[in-house]
């Protein structure tokens, strides 16, 4: 059934005078009223006469080599109200490399500073809105960006440490000063060390690694579009996925300072992190999968199915890890592309993430544990939710490519297929040009597809594609993709604004100063429409046969088999639309295409897809098998409610 709309809690912080008759009329209830547990915060500090301050906590790393102890910049806002009482609280923290260099959220926002070096604006919503509840935010520049020592080495020690050093100093354990090279030491003697940490992308990656450190303090972590392991961000088995490696990242947000002091570390991030797509003890050390059985803190997780800058393996890979290890999570996936859930679904957004971080950090049972663990983007602003996820009723279900009626355009079914198809390697196409000529014999794919299914099918997790090929010649790269053949309307992810349209007019969310407005430009979906849908896709270096690890040269005229590893997704293919595999080889979105195009013939009997089906091999059978669609069951898709349209509710306008 349809989640209900929860009444607004975007009302107008109320004043010092305000919160305190609110605490004489609470002395004056009846004591089981008057001592009920909280279910929630609300906003009875004042934002404007909040403390700022900066600290710089010392990381024990030396990684600029001068011979000092590298010291990371944390700016504070907290309310001056509870400081006064003695009161100890939580802290949000957002540890980012951005700060100074590029800016945070839709408008690019940076932070800036009063004469006094104290920070004015933080970047994005949280401390307008957390603050007046009862939190601190702090805002850490990574080693080597902004005000901060040391040297940006992209996900590694340096990265990792430069918050992870917050979080101990937050619980008594590490050491701080009142300004950069001075000997005054700071302490947070003002919260209660419980942390909860939040970001996009890099940040979010920074929040992934931190939690995978297993660091005491740590409560919660909400990564939005994070990396889980940098050499998945790189590479896809030996494939590489950008013209460029972490030296490139790292020169993008160093500061002057780091420039100066770095060149040993670009060189080491130059040294091992070599072009051929093969692993190194640089990846090793930036892979936070092989480290989630450490993780102590709770995981909010959120990512656009069609992010094709953090690919969604990426919390696939690291959702499944933390499911083994036992850990407390949700999850919401959207139909955008790398974008901040602020940005497409903002007052739910807003309203989730206010009760997430007063549970898991201020312990209110407000309920939010009992709610559904997944929330889904069908359609633009249509959601549906999942008990569990994936649904428990998931299996892996292998599909198989067979021979059709023309040469290049198969089909897909449960049967071992038999034969061969053969096709062209032409890095001027892409997954796009491959999907739109699926029914056609063209020379540079091979497409095998369904029939019209006769009910929905869903698929929900991260899949495998298995293919068997002999190549003409030494190297050869293979792409996979599965398509939802169909016509529909969608977010349009591959737009500038990954699937939303930013609009003018501002909504408010939380307190402002004259510095710092909480009032942002909203946003819309953009949407577009489409006869067909690729939801997933994965690709390797078919060199890399033998081993992840290192790619070798290969031996024309020769079969070899690789496993290609799909991006996770939840994706319902309608009745009536098909789904369709496409096996081919560089995507022309990628780089670095092999140095020959050659010929690939797939072994059909060798080649295989493993996917995730709700219902496993029997809804498939059922959804092709030509049946009449049966009246659906609530209970097949494990807890999925009806889609709900995201409401407008306004901002707290100052």
Request: net charge negative.
């Given at each position: 059934m349809p989640i209900p709309v929860r009444r607004m809690r975007f009302t107008t912080w109320r004043s010092l005078a305000t919160a305190a008759t609110a605490a004489l009329m609470a002395s004056f209830l009846?004591?089981?009223?008057?001592?009920?547990?909280?279910?929630e915060s609300t906003p009875v500090y004042s934002y404007e006469n909040a403390i700022r301050e900066s600290v710089w906590v010392d990381t024990g790393l030396d990684g600029d080599g001068d011979g000092k102890t590298d010291r990371v910049a944390v700016d504070v806002v907290r309310p001056r109200e509870l400081a006064r009482q003695g009161r100890k609280i939580p802290v949000i923290m957002d540890a980012s490399p951005y700060y100074s260099c590029c800016g945070r959220g839709n408008e690019s926002q940076k932070k800036t500073y009063d004469a006094n070096g104290n920070v004015v604006q933080m970047p994005l919503f949280y401390d307008n809105y957390f603050v007046p509840r009862g939190y601190a935010f702090v805002g850490v520049d990574l080693a080597g960006t902004n005000r901060s020592d040391g040297c940006v080495d992209v996900g590694g020690r340096s990265d990792i440490q430069s918050a992870k050093a917050v979080v101990d100093w937050l619980n008594g354990r590490a050491r701080a000063?009142?300004?950069?090279?001075?000997?005054?030491?700071?302490?947070?003697?003002?919260?209660?060390?419980?942390?909860?940490m939040i970001g996009k992308s890099w940040d979010g990656t920074i929040a992934n690694g931190v939690a995978a450190t297993g660091v005491k303090g740590l409560k919660t972590i909400v990564p939005i579009s994070a990396i889980s392991s940098w050499y998945d961000y790189y590479f896809a088995k030996g494939a590489p996925l950008y013209d460029s490696g972490p030296d490139w990242l790292s020169d993008y947000v160093d500061s002057p300072d780091a420039r100066a002091k770095c060149a040993a570390v670009q060189q080491k991030l130059v040294d091992q992190a070599p072009r051929t797509g093969d692993w190194t003890p640089l990846w090793t050390e930036r892979d936070y999968v092989k480290d989630a059985s450490k993780v102590r803190a709770s995981?909010?997780?959120?990512?656009?199915?069609?992010?094709?800058?953090?690919?969604?393996?990426?919390?696939?890979?690291?959702?499944?890890?933390?499911?083994?290890?036992?850990?407390?999570?949700?999850?919401?996936?959207?139909?955008?592309?790398?974008?901040?859930?602020?940005?497409?679904?903002?007052?739910?957004?807003?309203d989730t993430l206010h009760r997430w971080f007063d549970h898991e950090l201020l312990g209110y049972d407000n309920g939010i544990d009992d709610e559904?663990?997944?929330?889904?983007?069908?359609?633009?602003?249509?959601w549906v939710t999942s008990s569990v996820w994936p649904p428990r009723a998931t299996s892996t279900t292998t599909l198989r490519p067979d021979t059709g009626t023309q040469a290049g355009v198969g089909t897909l079914g449960l049967r071992t297929g038999s034969g061969t198809e053969t096709f062209t390697d032409n890095p001027a196409l892409s997954e796009t040009d491959w999907a739109a000529h699926i029914d056609g014999p063209t020379t540079e794919k091979a497409g095998f597809v369904t029939e019209p299914l006769t009910r929905d099918l869903r698929l929900s997790g991260s899949s495998k594609v298995t293919v068997t090929a002999t190549p003409t010649t030494s190297t050869a790269h293979l792409s996979a993709v599965l398509v939802d053949l169909?016509?529909?309307?969608?977010?349009?992810?591959?737009?500038?604004?990954?699937?939303?349209?930013t609009l003018t007019d501002r909504t408010c969310w939380g307190a402002s100063t004259a510095g710092d407005s909480a009032c942002f430009k909203g946003t819309e979906a953009k949407k577009t429409d489409v006869d067909y849908t690729v939801f997933s896709r994965g690709w390797a270096?078919?060199?890399?046969?033998?081993?992840d690890a290192k790619g070798v040269p290969l031996t024309p005229g020769r079969a070899y088999t690789i496993t290609l590893d799909l991006a996770a997704t939840d994706h319902v293919v309608p009745e009536g639309h098909r789904l369709a595999l496409i096996i081919a080889g560089t995507d022309k979105d990628l780089i670095d295409p092999p140095s020959s195009t050659p010929t690939l013939t797939l072994d059909l009997s060798r080649t295989s897809a493993r996917v995730p089906l709700v219902g496993g091999s029997k809804a498939f059978a059922r959804a092709t098998a030509g049946e009449t669609a049966a009246a659906p069951r609530p209970s097949v898709l494990d807890g999925v409610g009806a889609p709900r349209t995201a409401l407008p509710v306004p901002g707290e306008a100052r």
């Open positions: 009846a004591p089981a009223a008057a001592h009920s547990a909280p279910r000063y009142t300004t950069r090279t001075g000997t005054t030491s700071a302490e947070a003697t003002w919260t209660n060390g419980r942390t909860g995981v909010f997780l959120i990512h656009g199915m069609q992010d094709l800058n953090v690919r969604t393996k990426h919390f696939g890979q690291w959702w499944d890890a933390l499911a083994r290890n036992g850990v407390e999570r949700k999850i919401w996936l959207s139909q955008t592309g790398h974008v901040d859930p602020f940005d497409f679904r903002p007052a739910t957004w807003t559904p663990m997944a929330d889904i983007e069908r359609h633009p602003d249509q169909g016509p529909d309307t969608i977010r349009d992810y591959a737009a500038g604004g990954e699937g939303i349209t270096d078919l060199g890399n046969y033998a081993s």
